[in-house]
Nanobody
Framework: VQLVESGGGLVQPGGSLTLSCTAS????????MFWYRQPPGQERDFVAS????????NYADSVKGRFTVSRDNAKNTMYLQMSDLKPDDTALYYC?????????RGQGTQVTVSS
């Protein structure tokens, strides 16, 4: 199983980005999915999660109201829409899941918020 993130980049404070996480297998539709981020020199933080059907989502307090997680099971892809970005959102963002066959994590995509 491979998870591949994309969509990161450099954005000014107040800007927006949408990240994608694409899985290599259609069993993606059975997995609850998670976004994490790791700021430079810090521990990783939970960002958001979404249930396998997409019917349930959860967010870290720091991103509530600014980030939206969604998924398209037909495309084996999860998204993270980020708006009103702040310098504190600068981090390596990656997706992860835990399945009966093991846990999987992508390589991540860098988001840098700076003027």
């Amino acid at each position: 199983v491979q998870l591949v993130e994309s969509g990161g980049g450099l954005v000014q404070p107040g800007g927006s980005l949408t990240l994608s996480c694409t899985a290599s297998e259609s069993t993606f539709s059975r997995w609850n999915m998670f976004w994490y981020r790791q700021p430079p020199g810090q521990e990783r933080d939970f960002v958001a999660s979404i249930s396998s059907s997409g019917g349930s989502t959860n967010y870290a307090d720091s991103v509530k109201g600014r980030f939206t997680v969604s998924r398209d099971n037909a495309k084996n892809t999860m998204y993270l829409q980020m708006s009103d970005l702040k310098p504190d959102d600068t981090a390596l963002y990656y997706c992860q899941t835990w399945t009966v066959n093991g846990d999987y994590r992508g390589q991540g995509t860098q988001v840098t918020v700076s003027s």
